[in-house]
């Protein structure tokens, strides 16, 4: 959650946070955020996104770490990889576009003002057929181009810049403008700028910078250089709206109950029914992914029913004090 987020936030009702529970998402401590932590690496070309996640498992010395859209061997740039239970919010990051930077050749050479008319024709909503070295099932699906420049041409060589849905084959998109122009095309270089909010201007890290900020933090105490490479998860959940549930309400959501009206504390303005939104503690720490089952209207005008239905789980249980009782022990 953002610092803007918690200001545009819309209160329900108060609440006062306990100082001795939980933590404020930006004051975890290094092994905080080893388990609720995001890392945009510098993806060089050469090594699979998964041997990425690999070695920053090995470096960081920790069980699960997971990355956000598969990048080619050969390509390089923009991989956020999430630490922890810092997977299970990867996924949004897949709602937002991508920016790329490729080079490619064309078989034939077309004139600057035909293939600027041509890549009009390519902006918008596009067919695609995966390549046949690809993940997913090679059926034809549609995807969409927000933007599509031509940066530089040089004779048969094309420097695009694409702003795209994820999911979009950009080695693809180069073979289908040449086969337009007629004797084909190819790419020959890719980078990713971009994956939704984070960009290349964001704080991106190499393999090698991460592994002397852990060592230092490790062997010699010092934690200046990977607290500024970790960042909290939250982070990445910055472009969906928010709801700040009371602290009583936080272990019986991560141990599966819905989010009831009386719970929630503060919603983000506007919120229509059937959004996905984070849910927070007041310390700013992301709960769970829930979508909204009310919109803000309905939750302000109501004092009990569910307005929530969580999709995923983030927090561990016991993060939280107990606060709720079972059926099967009224009396707990």
Known sequence: ??????????????????????????????????????????KPP????????????????????GHSGTLDPQVSGVLPLGLGEGTK??????????????????????????????????????FQKPPQRSAVLRQT????????????????????????????????????????????????ELRRSRVHQFSEDSKLVTMHQLAIAYSDWKEKGDESKLSKIILPVEHALSEIKSVVIR???????????????????????????GELVGVYTQKGE????????????????NDKGYAFQTKRIIMTVNTYPKNWRTSANPKE
């Open 1 to 42: 959650m953002t610092l803007k987020q918690l200001e545009n936030l819309v209160t329900i009702d108060q609440d006062i946070t306990d100082p001795k529970i939980g933590t404020y998402y930006n004051k975890r401590t290094i092994e905080q955020l080893l388990q609720y932590g995001l890392i945009l690496v510098d």
């Open 46 to 65: 050469g090594p699979t996104s998964h041997e990425v996640v690999a070695w920053a498992k090995r470096i960081l010395e920790i069980p699960k770490a």
């Open 89 to 126: 919010v990867l996924g949004v990051l897949l709602f937002g576009p991508k920016e790329y930077f490729g080079l490619g050749r064309l078989h034939s050479q077309p004139s600057k003002e035909e293939l600027q008319k041509l890549l009009k024709e390519f902006t918008g909503e596009i």
């Open 141 to 188: 699906r549609t995807r969409k181009i927000y933007e599509l420049e031509l940066i530089e041409q040089k004779e048969r060589l094309l420097l695009l810049r694409v702003l795209c849905e994820a999911g979009t084959y950009i080695r693809k998109l180069y073979y289908d403008i040449g086969e337009v122009l007629g004797p084909g095309g190819s790419m020959i």
């Open 247 to 273: 602290d009583s309400a936080v272990d019986s959501l991560c141990h599966g109950a819905q989010l009831a009206i009386p719970g929630i504390l503060q919603i983000s303005p506007n919120l229509k029914k």
């Open 286 to 301: 992301i709960v769970a992914l829930a979508e909204s089952l009310l919109d803000e209207l309905e939750i302000k005008d």
